[in-house]
């Protein structure tokens, strides 16, 4: 069981461009698409989070029933779904403005257990930035680590929630003893100010990097260094592309029985290119259709 451990919120996306473009609004939230993602590709997960009870929080959890991801462990409030105002530009990437005084993931509480069978959870994005619940989340981070739990961490940095840049670069190096894969992208490692070799020799085995076009690159504590390229694609947009690289990561692993600490270092370099590759066709994939649209596991011929 894979538990995916932060927010769903509700994507509010333009169909052309413009400030006055109509909107639709679709499930979005970076651990929300990471768990959808690994539903559709067909592995054994679950969505730990706090979902409003409103419309938008109903829609949210259909969406994850229907790419099979356990709901269980998700908590519920009365409080509104965060909304996300995405901007696109043309050449499909997305920016962001949010509305999150008073939602209901902000108040998650660190659960008492997880679901039984647990082997990895999957933590990002605004739920490690906004309190009481980026503690909250915090706190599940540190214990999941202390057991012995393959931990994910993608910061998916949303620099316009973060009040003191420095503060959440400094908490960010505390999160990585207890970090076994750190993925982000260029665009976070250049805000955060490090390197993967620095980062990677802080505590995780390997520091995966999304560059985009380019591909992806990745680090491992041992000094390994590989790159595959990204496949050429007509692109729609880039919602959920890095959620979905973090999926099949999650997924391939599980797929070379590599989902410990110890299967990700006894990783060569052959290993990698197959795991890095099966990661850049899904986000490719994702990158073809509006939206946050992972693919499916008979898409990727899984």
């Known amino acids: 069981m894979i538990v995916v451990a932060g927010e769903a919120l509700i994507d509010l996306v333009p169909h052309e461009p413009g400030p006055l473009a109509p909107l639709r609004p679709v499930p979005g939230g970076g651990p929300y698409n990471t768990a959808v993602a690994l539903g559709r590709l067909g592995a054994e997960a679950a969505f730990c989070s706090r979902i409003s ?104 940095v949303r620099a316009g929630l973060i009040p003191s840049p420095g503060a959440y670069r400094d908490r960010f190096r505390s999160w990585l003893p207890s970090v076994t894969l750190l993925k982000l992208s260029e665009e976070d490692a250049r805000w955060l100010g490090g390197t993967p070799r620095e980062w990677a020799a802080a505590g995780p085995g390997a520091v995966v990097l999304t560059r985009g076009g380019a591909g992806l690159t990745v680090v491992t504590r041992a000094g390994l260094e590989v790159s595959v390229p990204a496949p050429r694609v007509v692109v729609a947009d880039t919602i959920g592309a890095g959620d979905t690289v973090t999926a099949a990561l999650l997924h391939g692993l599980v797929l070379r029985d590599a989902l410990t600490p110890a299967g990700l270092a006894a990783l060569d370099a052959d290993g990698w290119r197959s795991l890095l590759g099966l990661a850049a066709r899904a986000a490719a994939l994702t990158c073809t259709r509006p939206g946050a649209q992972p693919p499916s596991a008979a898409e990727l011929n899984l």
Do not use: H, I, K
């Not at 356990?70 to 009365?78: E, F, L, M, S, Y």
């Not at 965060?82 to 962001?96: C, F, I």
């Not at 209901?104 to 008492?112: E, K, N, T, V």
């Open 53 to 156: 009870s409103d419309g938008y929080g109903e829609a949210l959890l259909d969406g994850l029933r229907e790419a099979g991801v356990d709901t269980a462990p998700v908590q519920r409030g009365p409080e509104p779904t965060t909304l996300a105002l995405a901007r696109l530009d043309e050449d499909g990437s997305a920016s962001y403005a949010f509305y999150v005084e008073g939602t209901a993931d902000r108040l998650f509480r660190a659960p008492g257990r997880l679901p039984e069978g647990t082997r990895a959870v999957s933590f990002g994005t605004c739920s490690l930035v906004l309190e009481p619940g980026a503690t909250a989340y915090e706190e599940l981070l540190r214990a999941s680590a202390a057991r012995g739990l393959f931990t994910v961490l993608d910061p998916n």
